[in-house]
């Protein structure tokens, strides 16, 4: 593995949404940090190539293709990590949905129900789920979340309904867990410089006439570093969030956006 320092030796993480993008990111940290890495989403095949990805490089993960809104589904990957490594130290809900970009006067309400269930009732069953797992290795909950939360621009309603909405269910259950020894924090990411965002500028370039370049200098110009995070930036600040160095934090969410917004 990449010599990094091992803020979870010998812990085991249990991670949903593993895309491309950040939680394909999220994996490979974990594992470079001494994690042994659970994966679950609905795409096996992706699954597949990000457990290949870290046991050629020594580390250890496990995929299990799970839909998190579907409890039968959910109790499986709870059956399959407990089977695989024997406890769960930390688990990351970093699910979510595409959100509709309409303005909420305009969006279908099946759109932001779908993204609802997904992104806060899926956080929550698998949080429930997991809880006996977590208070026996008093253990730790990250939730993704988004800037959405910091700023109310037009077109992210239905997103930031969401995302707000998870912020206060992690908030309430650091509450409630914190005598059962469980950490639940969150991470707000700014745009993420990654892969994926490329993809959308170079998207954007194609339809404006302009360059990807620009794009992103028009965009970095709103941060105070004048840069946006990188996927691996984000990645770093759950890991820091899920190691023993924040023993001492819960029911706390920190932004990684490059100074974009203040909290």
Not at 84 to 105: C, H, I, Q, T, Y
Not at 164 to 178: F, K, M, P, V, Y
Not at 206 to 211: I, R
Request: aromatic residues 6%.
């Amino acid at each position: 593995m990449t010599e990094t320092p091992t803020l979870l030796q010998d812990k085991v993480v249990v991670l949903s949404g593993v895309g491309p993008g950040l939680g394909r990111t999220l994996a490979v940290r974990c594992a470079e940090s001494g994690a042994a890495v659970v994966l679950a989403a609905r795409t096996k095949e992706r699954l597949d190539e990000v457990v290949a990805e870290i046991t050629a490089s020594g580390g250890r993960a496990v995929a299990v293709p799970t839909d998190i809104t579907d409890r039968s589904s959910a109790e499986n990957l709870v059956r399959e990590a407990i089977d695989a490594f024997g406890r769960v130290d930390v688990l990351v809900n970093n699910a979510f949905s595409v959100p509709s970009m309409k303005p909420l006067a305009d969006t279908d309400f099946d759109r932001i129900r779908a993204s609802f269930e997904l992104t806060v009732l899926g956080a929550l069953r698998l949080t429930q789920l997991f809880t006996p797992a977590l208070a026996e290795s008093r253990g730790a909950v990250v939730d993704i979340s988004s800037m959405v939360i910091r700023h109310s621009q037009q077109r992210y309603g239905s997103y930031k309904i969401a995302k707000s909405a998870l912020l206060a269910q992690s908030q309430s259950l650091a509450s409630e867990l914190g005598g059962h020894g469980i950490r639940v924090n969150s991470v707000a990411p700014g745009y993420i410089w990654g892969e994926t965002l490329k993809g959308y500028f170079a998207h954007q370039a194609g339809k404006y006439g302009t360059t990807v370049e620009q794009i992103y200098e028009a965009t970095a110009a709103n941060t105070d570093l004048g840069r946006l995070p990188t996927t691996e930036e984000v990645a770093d600040a759950v890991l820091f969030l899920a190691s023993p160095l924040a023993s001492g934090i819960t029911g706390q969410c920190l932004d990684v956006n490059c100074g974009e917004f203040h909290h």
